[in-house]
């Protein structure tokens, strides 16, 4: 088989994933969107390792190191998302609106935000 | 299959320093899992700063030894002259930020706990504090140590996220302010993770056109593969987005406001400090040693992103109201000129070394007055936390004259004034870039310098001549630790300003050797 | 194809040990009603009654499962070893016990901090 093929397919996976990244508003969509693009990569890789022949399997090797990575990565990420989602009951990425040019940079307060349980402690900090 | 492989070898020696960082991380976890709550603090303290002082002397010890001429670890790894300098500057930045870790209650007391829960108000009252970021600093700062010395891209991507992960983590667990603390480590997080993904498949892209993923054998491989010229330039396209978004340059430096805004403010010194010296030794590394050969590519590119970089964060920086957002945009605009001398690079080996030695001096002085100057940042405190906006901050002046002429003068560092260190690391990376027959750039880096010296000395006016606000901030006495912090801080941007020539010396010297390819 | 003989014989005698375990279960075995017994097999830990509505679990799990994967996919570096362990020597195997050391401490640190108690 042509290396094109696998080529071909791993950026589209990519360019989905991209997309999703950049479309989407959940943050654990968000999260599967990127996993999509690592996985993409690691196509890449092993298709690369096969066709170059690769004595040392260094696309292998990375591959595993990808997986590993990501898996940490995720864990990380879903503990950060589950975080949020306890203080604002909500983990839509466009209505994280506090730290922008527009938001806390102003005079004013943030925009309105769903109250979560216990938030007012944490609005009293703001001056 | 059934190829032969010798066994690996390690010089433990040459990549001690990072052994020791990453040791006591895992000492640090140890000590978070069977030492009793109240101990826990004490301990992670004296471990922490030991080690980094530790790592510190053996980078010395190298350097004294001689430094290597081939890279250690079967080739994954290059210690070499501009290495061990970049190493050396990340310790001390990072020994110097963990004192302002340490010194008071930044951090949350139980981080998945809801801000005026019961649990939360438990865990304040116990006294509990997520003793986790000691450990979590060691880890980001073995990565910022690994970054920069990565001689293969399997390295560098696994040093990029050892160094990335824990402060995703540390940005979320400000003590005040947290939601938008969290907020910014979601987006830090998810931003990061994206541009890592952009990093992985440039590599992979690389990987497929050189058949190595090693940066001496792409650089080889440049002249003598072809037909493939399209995986070259995506994946030299990809790779460098990924490193231009740890620097924070311009089409990809939304994250840097918003996340240094929202981490704790002792975070976002080790960030602004540490990060940023890692990351531009790996990008420095990436373009230099693997794609050197290619400059007439990039060149142009970096041209663009650097003259962007310095308008971008020059320009925005007037209209921020934020002291932290202000000076998120100032390092951007600083990026920016580090961009110049990586420009600079490319053409002769004096060349070369003179921008290298230049980019490191710049960083040095940079680092010092950034990590100062959040250390300010933390002394000024309102009821509720630090007081961020810059109309807290009028006045200031009249009412603590001491602390308002320090930051003053930080920021006068920063506008790249005469007789600080800013002047000076701006003066040879201009200089530099001019050599290399970049002079349209360092004339845009003139005009930049002189608007961003306009919104640092509307600070330093705001502070010195507006009356102070009836309810103004109150400045805490500072504890030994920040104390110390500001102290340094204030001494190597005058030392760097009034006697560039050691540490300038010392530049040359690490940019002599060039990196190891 | 003789070859193959001993491997047939491995599983033949495999399938009738199987057989014949459960077959001459009933018969032997002695009869004691337990309640548990009757109840759901969940890694041998009391079942957790389904949460109403169905299909959302605590949150409890996900620590649970987060850490299964973490854990999990570490192992992953064991492979590559395994395939070039005897090439690599005492050196790959020394690095490997340094590996696994720590990931005994992250272990270390999930288990003091009760991050494997199910409630």
Same mark, same amino acid.
């Given at each position: ?5 696998? /080529? ?9 994933? /991209? ?41 292998? /090797? ?54 979560? /349980? ?10 | ?16 320093? !990072? ?124 990565? !910022? ?70 940066? =001496? ?44 805004? +929202? ?7 080790? !960030?602004?400090?540490? @990060?940023?010296? =890692? ?48 000076? =998120? ?11 110049? +001398? ?90 530099? =870039? ?58 190597? @941007? ?24 | ?44 830990? *009391? ?26 996919? *570490? ?19 020394? *690095? ?24």
């Amino acid at each position: 088989m042509h290396i094109v093929y696998p /080529v071909v397919v791993s950026a589209l996976l990519f360019s989905i994933g /991209v997309y999703g990244v950049l479309a989407r508003r959940n943050a654990i969509l968000v999260l599967m969107s990127v996993e999509l693009m690592l996985n993409a990569v690691n196509l890449n890789l092993v298709a690369f390792d096969v066709w170059l022949r690769d004595r040392l399997h260094g696309g292998q /090797v990375l591959t595993l190191f990808v997986i590993v990575i990501a898996a940490a990565e995720i864990g990380l990420g879903l503990a950060i998302v589950l975080a949020v989602y306890r203080n604002r009951q909500s983990i839509d990425v466009d209505r994280l609106r506090d730290l922008s040019e527009t938001g806390a940079s102003e005079e004013a307060g943030p925009p309105e935000e769903p109250v979560g /349980v216990g938030e007012d402690a944490d609005r009293e900090a703001r001056p | 299959m059934n190829g032969t492989i010798q066994a690996p070898t390690l010089e433990y020696a040459q990549l001690a320093p !990072m052994l020791v960082v990453f040791g006591a991380a895992i000492v640090g976890v140890l000590v978070e899992a069977f030492a009793p709550r109240y101990l826990r603090s004490a301990i992670h303290v004296p471990i922490t700063l030991l080690s980094l002082a530790g790592a510190f002397a053996l980078t010395i010890w190298q350097v004294v030894k001689g430094v290597p001429t081939k890279p250690a670890a079967m080739g994954a790894v290059a210690v070499d002259g501009p290495s061990l300098f970049i190493w050396g500057t990340i310790l001390v930045l990072a020994f110097v930020s963990v004192l302002l870790i340490n010194d008071e209650d930044h951090f949350v007391a139980a981080a998945a706990a809801v801000p005026g829960s019961a649990e939360e108000e438990q865990a304040l009252h116990e006294g509990a504090g997520h003793t986790e970021v000691y450990p979590l600093a060691l880890f980001a700062v073995g990565g !910022m140590l690994l970054f920069p010395a990565s001689n293969d891209l399997l390295v560098m991507f696994v040093a990029l996220e050892v160094m990335s992960l824990p402060l995703y983590l540390l940005c979320g667990l400000a003590r005040r302010r947290r939601l938008l603390s969290q907020e910014a480590a979601v987006k830090y997080f998810l931003l990061g993770a994206f541009s890592s993904a952009f990093f992985l498949y440039g590599t992979a892209l690389l990987y497929g056109y050189a058949g190595s993923i090693d940066l =001496a054998k792409i650089s080889a491989a440049l002249g003598v593969v072809g037909g493939q010229e399209t995986l070259l330039y995506i994946g030299v396209a990809m790779l460098g987005v990924g490193l231009l978004f740890k620097i924070g340059a311009a089409p990809f430096q939304a994250w840097k406001p918003d996340v240094y805004q +929202g981490a704790p403010t002792p975070i976002t010194a080790l !960030m602004a400090s540490g @990060t940023l010296v =890692a990351a531009f030794g790996a990008l420095l590394r990436v373009f230099w040693v693997a794609l050197g050969g290619l400059d007439w590519n990039w060149s142009p590119v970096l041209w663009a992103v650097a003259i962007l970089t310095m308008v971008v964060g020059a320009i925005l920086a007037i209209t921020q109201t934020d002291i932290k957002r202000m000076l =998120a945009y100032s390092s951007i605009a600083h990026g920016g000129f580090l961009l110049v +001398g990586v420009v600079a690079t490319g053409a002769a080996a004096g060349q070369n070394s003179k921008a290298l030695s230049a980019i490191l001096f710049y960083l040095v002085a940079y680092g010092f007055t950034t990590v100062g100057a959040f250390a300010v940042v933390t002394m000024v405190r309102d009821a509720g936390g630090e007081a961020w906006h810059l109309s807290r901050w009028a006045g200031l002046g009249k009412r603590s004259p001491l602390l308002a002429g320090i930051f003053a003068f930080f920021l006068l560092a920063f506008a790249g004034i005469p007789l600080t260190s800013g002047f000076f690391g701006k003066y040879a990376v201009f200089q530099a =870039a001019v050599a290399g027959g970049a002079t349209p750039l360092v004339i845009v880096g003139v005009v930049a310098s002189a608007v961003a010296a306009f919104f640092y000395v509307r600070v330093i006016v705001l502070m010195f001549f507006s009356d102070p606000a009836a309810d103004g901030p109150s400045v805490v006495l500072p504890s030994r630790g920040t104390a110390a912090v500001v102290g340094v801080a204030v001494l190597a @941007t005058v030392f760097l300003g009034v006697f560039p020539q050691p540490v300038l010396h010392l530049a040359q010297n690490a940019a002599q050797s060039l990196f190891i390819r | 194809m003789e070859l193959y003989v001993p491997i047939l014989v491995l599983a033949v005698l495999a399938a009738g040990f199987a057989v014949f375990s459960v077959g001459i279960a009933p018969f032997t075995g002695p009869k004691r009603w337990n309640r548990a017994k009757l109840d759901a097999y969940e890694c041998g830990i *009391e079942p957790t009654p389904q949460p109403v509505g169905g299909g959302r679990f605590p949150l409890k799990y996900m620590i649970t499962a987060m850490l299964f994967i973490v854990f999990d996919i *570490e192992i992953i570096f064991l492979y590559p070893w395994a395939v070039a362990f005897d090439r690599l020597g005492v050196f790959g195997l020394v *690095e490997m016990v340094l590996f696994i050391v720590t990931v005994l401490v992250a272990y270390a640190y999930v288990w003091r901090r009760r991050g494997l108690d199910w409630d």
